[in-house]
Structure formats: structure tokens, C-alpha cells
């Protein structure tokens, strides 16, 4: 159970439990977009119990940089709010060929009217919540979306004329019909890496989302480094080589 700090609003309630329970142990990043200082500290103070890393942004113009620079699995944001809202950050961001696939959930205090809900929808927002909405609904309403987006069998299927089938359930990657053995870092690197292939991650982010330590804390590039080195020997030449790593930026699975 978790109380938010004494004078901030929490529209969540005054207390509410926190569930950790991930889909696996690779740390998915949330993108939190509102204008309201005290809605943002709520909310990340919810995702952040949750098992969720969480990145927040006060206006669409900081989201849209945001989600450039820090390649977030999902994005949650406030539909109301000054200059341009929800709707114009989706328009946005699918109008992105770099931000085009991450998913999108909106959240309105108006969530009273059919058509309020298809136009969120309609912009090409991938869930629609009322605001406030109760922790267990949102949290799970996230998970749900997260495993649309990144479903294993769709991720298998997609890589099979690559060579590699990586089932995230088993933990078993295997190159062409043959087990390739990695550590568990390294399982969590390479899923990381297949689940936004040709988008460059930089050190930070994958600091944060594999290893979970906090960047501002912890930078060091060589435990990036000394992973995707041995990642890239394990995967031999032939697939190794697709993991690039891109000068001054962080690293890159390229497709076929």
C-alpha cells in the first residue's frame, strides 16, 4: 500500500495497493503526458509502484521530443489539455515514421459520450480511459494494450524469415531451428532490440529498461557494451552484425 506524499493532490485516492506483477522481466517505459504538475506526480507515482519506468512530459510539443529521444513502449496522455491535447499529440506522433507504432492511450474528466470515445479512437489512439480512472482498471487497461503491441507469437512470426525465433513466454531463442544460449540480460537485450527493429535506443534507455537502474544514478556505457559484444558473438556473423551501433547515439537492430 502506498500514500502519496502530505499537500499533493492525488486523484487516484488517498491510498492505493500496488500489484507488481510484469508480463516479463524487461521494464516497459510509459510516456506521461499532462499539463497538471499534480496529475503527473500521481500517476508516475502509480506506474512507477507498478513495475512501469516513467518518463513525463507537460505540453504535446516536450511528448513528441520525448518520444523521439526515449523510444517509451507506451504513451498515456490527458486529452484536455492548453494549445494542443491528446488528439493532436496522436495525429503527431503516428504522422512520425519514428514514433508511428508505439501505443497510444488517452484519458479524459469529459469521458461521457460516445463520440468523445471514437474520436480519440478514430485519431488513432489505442485505448480510451476516463480520468480519473481506478488504479487497478488503468494499470491493467495498459498491460493489456502493452501485450497487443508486443504479443510473442507476433514477434516469432515476424522474425522467422530472419532466421531467429525468440518466444518471450519459454525464455528460448533459436537460430535457424538451433537453441542459441543466452544469459538472462541478454535475453532481455535481444527482446528489446526485435521489439523496435531499425530504431536506435540509446545507452540511457537501455540502461533503464533492461537493467532497471535510474540513468541520473548509474551511466556507465559499459554494461550496454559488454553485453551487446557478447550478444553479438553468441548470434554469429550472419545475424550479429545487425545489431549496429550508431556513433554518439546507442545501438540499432537492423531488419532485413
Known sequence: MRRMSP??????????????????????????????????????????????????AGSVREAVAAARDSAPDLVLSDVAMPEAGGKALTA????????????IVLMSGAYKEEEDVAEGLEAGADDYLPKPASPRLLVARLRAVLRRASAPAELSEALKTEG???DVAARIVTQEGKKVPLTRKEFDLLTTFLRRPGRVLNVAYLLETVWGYDPAEYNDPRTV??????????LGKKFGTRLASVPSLGYRFDPA
Request: glycine fraction near 8%; aromatic fraction near 6%; include cysteine.
Open 7 to 56: 499537500g499533493v493532490r492525488n486523484p487516484l485516492g488517498i491510498y492505493y495497493t500496488i500489484r507488481r506483477d510484469n508480463m516479463d522481466s524487461v521494464r516497459y517505459k510509459v510516456l506521461l503526458v499532462d499539463d497538471e504538475p499534480d496529475m503527473l506526480t500521481a500517476y508516475k507515482g502509480l506506474l512507477e509502484g507498478s513495475g512501469f519506468s516513467v518518463v513525463c
Open 164 to 166: 531467429i525465433e525468440l
Open 92 to 103: 503527431a506522433l503516428r504522422g512520425d515514421p519514428a514514433t508511428k507504432a508505439i501505443p
Open 225 to 234: 557494451t559488454v553485453h551487446v559484444s557478447s550478444l553479438r558473438q553468441k
